[in-house]
């Protein structure tokens, strides 16, 4: 079991930044693929970025690279994603999750066997 908790959400205005973080506990953090996902409202959720175990491999949403950077610090337990010149339309509850099994940072929802309760992200015009 993996338990995952956001943080670093909050309302900020078009063009700003926020830095979310995803701590993490239960088994050993560093063996997991972990994604990030979003839900606004009256729309399905959709993937962010994922990172690998180490590190080294990323992936992110055709629409959001660039502004968006995914990294985590396994000495830390948490994975972080960095939100630059976000844009209304970046509004949505942001999970963060994490895959049971596999090495690849998919972009698959159901890949994805643990998830944290969201943080709010509202940025305004």
């Known amino acids: 079991q993996v338990q995952l908790v956001e943080s670093g959400g909050g309302l900020v205005q078009a063009g700003g930044s926020l830095r979310l973080s995803c701590a993490a506990s239960?088994?050993?953090?560093?063996?997991?693929?972990i994604g990030w996902f979003r839900q606004a409202p009256g729309k399905e959720r959709e993937f962010v970025a994922a990172?690998?175990?180490?590190?080294?491999?990323?992936n992110y949403a055709d629409s959001l690279k660039g502004r968006f950077t995914i990294s985590r610090d396994n000495a830390k337990n948490t994975v972080y994603l960095q939100m630059n010149s976000l844009k209304p339309e970046d509004t949505a509850v942001y999970y963060c999750?994490?895959?049971?099994?596999?090495?690849?940072?998919?972009?698959?929802?159901?890949?994805?066997?643990?998830w944290g309760q969201g943080t709010q992200v509202t940025v305004s015009s």
């Open positions: 999750a994490a895959r049971e099994y596999g090495s690849r940072p998919t972009v698959a929802l159901n890949s994805y066997d643990y």
């Open positions: 239960g088994r050993t953090f560093s063996t997991n693929v």
């Open positions: 990172i690998s175990r180490s590190g080294g491999d990323t």
